[in-house]
């Protein structure tokens, strides 16, 4: 989920994969692979989303706790973790919404 995570950062920021790759020193393609779940983020790279989002590096940690050994509290957390990632996602398909809208007006 860390890659979602990472994913939802970002596009929360209205950055494109190129612009967060420019400023944080990695090609656009190890990026994608990234987001995409193929490859796992270095501590190196979390800490650069980190210092760029000005997020925690304990708060980016908290979506990738694993779900093998739920207990209660971890079970709970994971609740609220689902619960933030969906924020995160209706605030990115309520930023795409405006992007359409504003295509629409310009094409008007």
Do not use: H
Not at 58 to 75: N, P, V
């Amino acid at each position: 989920m860390l890659n979602k995570a990472l994913k939802l950062i970002r596009t929360y920021y209205d950055i494109s994969q190129t612009e967060l790759s420019s400023q944080i020193g990695v090609s656009n393609s190890y990026l994608s692979e990234i987001e995409s779940g193929k490859k796992q983020p270095t501590i190196d790279l979390l800490k650069k989303y980190s210092e760029l989002f000005d997020i925690p590096l304990s708060s980016i940690l908290f979506f990738s706790e694993s779900l093998d050994a739920l207990k209660t509290t971890d079970a709970m957390r994971m609740t609220v973790a689902k619960s933030v990632i969906s924020l995160l996602e209706w605030n990115q398909n309520r930023n795409a919404a405006k992007e359409e809208r504003k295509k629409r007006v310009q094409n008007s």
